[in-house]
């Protein structure tokens, strides 16, 4: 079973920066597909940014240049670096992976293993 625990949320003020963690347990993390979403009030969930096993990555139009995926194998962590933070990146940012391959942004519906969530505000 795949658990997933991510941190690192908080408030920022517009054009700052936070860095999100998703540490994953119970899995074979080589053969994961692993993305960022995000939920905000009144929206659908969306994906922001995936991780293909295979070491491609990609990204939602809206944060394409700002943000950035990565992973670190020794401490079973994938990262959100995000940058240049702008109000309508608010929202509760989900982790989530699946073994499957994921060479574009995937449907929230296409992944079976899910954080909580952290929750990031950026005031304008």
């Known amino acids: 079973r795949v658990q997933l625990v991510e941190s690192g949320g908080g408030s920022v003020q517009a054009g700052g920066s936070l860095r999100l963690s998703c540490a994953f347990f119970?899995?074979?993390?080589?053969?994961?597909?692993m993305g960022w979403f995000r939920q905000s009030p009144g929206k659908e969930r969306e994906g922001v940014a995936m991780?293909?096993?295979?070491?491609?990555?990609s990204y939602s139009d809206s944060v394409k240049g700002r943000f950035t995926i990565s992973q670190d194998n020794a401490k079973n962590t994938l990262y959100l670096q995000m940058n240049s933070l702008k109000p309508e990146d608010t929202g509760m940012y989900y982790c989530?992976?699946?073994?499957?391959?994921?060479?574009?942004?995937?449907?929230?519906?296409?992944?079976?293993?899910w954080g909580q969530g952290t929750q990031v505000t950026v005031s304008s």
């Open positions: 991780f293909d096993r295979g070491g491609s990555s």
């Open positions: 119970g899995y074979i993390y080589d053969r994961l597909c």
């Open positions: 989530a992976a699946d073994y499957r391959t994921c060479l574009t942004l995937l449907p929230p519906a296409a992944l079976n293993f």
